[in-house]
């Protein structure tokens, strides 16, 4: 059999800067069957990406199905699915892989309050994402009520998505 597949259009991508990037979709698997598309991207140089091969990896990434990101629990489920069978079971279900831990909350809730306001107050361009209203008087709440830790990690990830599309003018 052979390990390539094909590098139909639909496995090619144009990302200004990147000379040779696919989708790695269609490649056959050691037990039969084939790697599912949109899962694994093989890139040649992304510090070489300029503004425009910027946009099209954040587009890119953040058109993935949310059923990919996350399923029944388990997060980074594509890249989970993707390595079926290509590193050990407990390597990759292991759930204990949390990173760096940062003062998140005390920073979102206080340190950083008068800039997570402003910044929440005016157009975002998150919102096609996002409940904008909502978010507005949760943020104006939390300072009076008993928010949860997982409240201020899904808070920073709004933030993070509303800073990546001024970033990259989204």
Known sequence: MDAKAPASPDRILR????????DLGGLPLAGGGETAYRVVVRADWLP??????????VEYGVS???????????????????MRGLMPERVRLRRSKLGFA?????????TLRPQVTALIAGD??????IDVPA???WYADSAHVSVTT??????????????WMRAFDM
């Open 15 to 22: 990302w200004d800067g990147c000379v040779n990037v696919r």
């Open 48 to 57: 070489g990406l300029n503004e425009a091969g910027r946009r099209a990896l």
């Open 64 to 82: 993935l199905p949310d059923h990919l990101k996350i399923q029944d629990g388990w997060s980074k489920f594509a890249v989970r699915e993707a």
């Open 102 to 110: 940062a003062p998140d909350r005390s920073w979102l809730a206080a």
């Open 124 to 129: 975002m361009r998150a919102a096609k994402y």
């Open 135 to 137: 978010l507005r008087r």
């Open 150 to 163: 997982e409240s201020y990690l899904g808070l920073f990830r709004v933030l993070s998505l509303e800073m």
